[in-house]
């Protein structure tokens, strides 16, 4: 491997020998899976490490950014799969699986000791000299995330909880099934080795006001959360038996006595319906405090028993191609007889003698109005009548901002979220942040995190005047790329997604986990479907070594996905209004270059390149190379992944 690299520093791109002009924000936004996850993770860099069978490097890569690892390889809604090139071609990798698949032998739920894991733990700034003393309230993704890091960096924390446990909607909201307790609570326990004080069933505006807090501490973050469900004004829904989805799974999750019938409808279409609807397939139904929860030594076959009587209809007003659960919620639904109705909305709860007896339903015409936005419309006189004698709402939450005395100066909005800066977090009082859902309503886990880890860097900056310096990045050369790499074979064409192992038959509906995950053979398999999207082709334009391109087109030729082409200069024109900054020659030559009435340009789509080096192999005067971007800090990682097996 050619060792030809260069140090640039963002965001500015410096000039390497045999590297020309670079643009550090489109190199970043080409490299699709790091760029979607909200704390920037290297997915491709760790699931390529896996397919080398590089496993301790693959945590390596994986943890770094992320506080909560172990929880996101089982529950992330895995953002960088969406934006995964693989998918143009087949199936997104599964990278949640695969982080899963580290974690379990390296994370803190494995067998490794806290020190080993502090070892793989990215370290945001060194130990201050001058720690100061941080409050936090609530000890959920964004609370946990931000404490992790000012612990990284020295400050002591204390983070305020008014539950008996911590991890927020992690621990209250999130089914076993998906999110055994035991991974939650051992990343909980690596924070409190930390040094963080995590004080349990403490409520911030009634056992500590919040004035009190800001008093005395240093500095506060605010990671209330959305602990609140919403419910629509529907008639009816003050019986007994009507829920919203917060209480419900904060019930089941937490053992306590609840009653649930043998007919349940759960109105909804998101994630949390879904996971209200699976729930309540399992849940065994108790109406006395010392009748066995789902969580004690129940039997497996009683279990299943009461869970073939139950019905479970989900309610949903969108259409099945409008649904915003994803899919595989969708599809572990149906594998569990969980029955879905579309295209449907709740009127009213009917019943009698303090029992929920019916749901009458209107049918909805559509769900967005001409302009895209939720507006569900209803059809009148369309009713219908569903029995059920259990109803369950999952149709949002909000924050209770109550802990907010009268003066407390601090800027809340109509919606009831805390207004911040949003680049560093802080809000209208001075040294008090918020992030997570209380700020932004209820998002995904990892951004919640990334809000965490967000706040920490703000507070240090605020309580010590540090700041970040500028990443510094490797433009890599390499000397060859192409028939030796494995896509250049064509595997890619016959490396088709592989199904995450999931539990079958009673245990299925059990609260144990539903998903087995990969084993070695699998992992390896599913991570060198990879597309290495960190690595680039380079087509230099400089008229020195022969490097100047003839216009042969073998590179045109031997593109298996033909996503290069050669075009003449007189056939490019600019579209009415388009940026002509954003038109330059490799060397960095403006937009005049194009009035030539001579030449051709050489136009590749990215979205479908799949990194084989073949153009580059195939060029006759040298004028493509391939060439890696690595992140300095990481590359005595990465580059493991680059070589050709």
């Not at 931000?146 to 539950?163: N, P, Q, R, T, W």
């Not at 699976?278 to 028993?305: C, F, I, K, M, Q």
């Not at 969980?338 to 929920?356: N, Q, S, W």
């Not at 590749?604 to 390149?609: H, P, R, V």
Request: hydrophobic share 40%; aromatic share 6%.
């Amino acid at each position: 491997m050619n060792t030809d690299s260069t140090s640039i520093h963002a965001p500015n791109i410096g000039r390497a020998p045999h590297t020309e002009f670079r643009s550090t924000e489109w190199l970043q936004k080409n490299f699709p899976c790091r760029a979607a996850c909200p704390v920037g993770t290297n997915a491709g860099g760790y699931v390529t490490l896996i397919a080398r069978g590089e496993y301790h490097k693959a945590y390596q890569l994986a943890r770094r950014p992320n506080p909560l690892a172990s929880v996101c390889g089982l529950i992330c809604a895995h953002p960088c799969e969406a934006a995964c090139r693989r998918g143009q071609i087949d199936s997104p990798i599964a990278i949640r699986a695969l982080k899963r698949f580290v974690t379990e032998k390296f994370g803190a739920e494995g067998s490794p000791s806290f020190e080993e894991i502090l070892e793989s733990v990215e370290r945001p700034r060194p130990p201050t000299r001058d720690p100061g003393k941080i409050g936090i309230l609530g000890a959920g993704p964004a609370g946990l995330a931000c404490a992790h890091d000012l612990a990284l960096m020295g400050h002591k924390v204390v983070i305020f909880e008014a539950s008996s446990v911590a991890g927020g909607m992690l621990r209250l909201g999130i089914p076993e099934y998906r999110l055994p307790r035991e991974v939650l609570q051992s990343e909980i326990e690596f924070i409190r080795w930390l040094g963080v004080d995590i004080r349990f069933g403490t409520r911030i505006g009634w056992d500590l006001s919040f004035d009190e807090m800001c008093q005395e501490y240093d500095a506060v973050f605010v990671a209330a959360g959305c602990g609140k469900g919403r419910r629509p004004p529907v008639p009816g829904s003050d019986l007994p038996r009507v829920y919203d989805a917060v209480d419900f799974l904060a019930s089941v999750n937490l053992g306590l006595p609840m009653e649930v019938g043998e007919n349940v409808v759960v109105v909804g279409g998101g994630n949390v319906a879904f996971d209200v609807a699976r729930t309540a397939r399992r849940y065994g139904g108790t109406s006395r405090p010392d009748e066995p929860h789902h969580n004690l030594a129940v039997d497996v076959a009683v279990v299943a028993g009461r869970l073939l009587r139950r019905q479970v209809t989900l309610l949903a007003l969108e259409s099945p191609e409008e649904l915003p659960a994803d899919a595989e919620e969708i599809v572990e639904a149906s594998q569990e007889r969980v029955t879905v109705l579309h295209r449907l909305a709740a009127k009213e709860i009917t019943g009698r003698d303090d029992r929920v007896e019916g749901l009458i339903t209107l049918k909805v015409a559509r769900v967005f109005d001409d302009n895209g936005r939720f507006a569900p419309e209803t059809i009148p006189g369309s009713e219908a009548r569903l029995d059920c004698d259990t109803v369950v709402f999952a149709t949002g939450q909000i924050a209770d901002l109550s802990f907010l005395s009268e003066g407390a100066e601090v800027s809340t909005t109509p919606r009831e979220t805390i207004v911040v800066d949003r680049k560093t977090l802080a809000t209208s009082r001075e040294g008090v942040f918020a992030g997570g859902d209380v700020v932004f309503g209820p998002r995904i886990a990892i951004e919640a995190i990334a809000d965490g880890r967000r706040a920490a860097s703000s507070i240090d900056t605020f309580l010590t005047g540090r700041t970040d310096s500028p990443p510094t990045h490797l433009l890599y050369r390499f000397s060859a790329h192409g028939y030796a790499h494995p896509f250049a074979r064509g595997d890619y064409e016959r490396l088709e997604r592989g199904r995450v192992p999931t539990v079958e038959g009673a245990e299925r509906l059990t609260f144990h986990p539903v998903e087995i995950g990969y084993d070695e053979a699998q992992a390896r398999r599913e991570g060198a479907r990879c597309l290495h999207c960190w690595i680039n082709t380079e087509f230099d334009s400089r008229r020195a070594e022969a490097s100047e391109c003839i216009q042969c087109r073998g590179c045109v030729d031997v593109c298996p996905e033909g996503c290069i082409d050669l075009v003449s200069l007189r056939r490019i024109q600019l579209a009415d209004g388009e940026d002509r900054s954003l038109w330059h020659l490799p060397n960095g030559a403006g937009i005049e270059a194009f009035s030539s009435p001579t030449g051709a340009a050489l136009i590749k789509d990215e979205s479908a390149c799949i990194r084989c080096g073949l153009c580059a192999r195939r060029c006759p005067v040298g004028n493509i190379r391939m060439e890696g971007f690595y992140r300095t800090d990481e590359f005595d990682l990465l580059h493991l992944a680059d070589h050709v097996v």
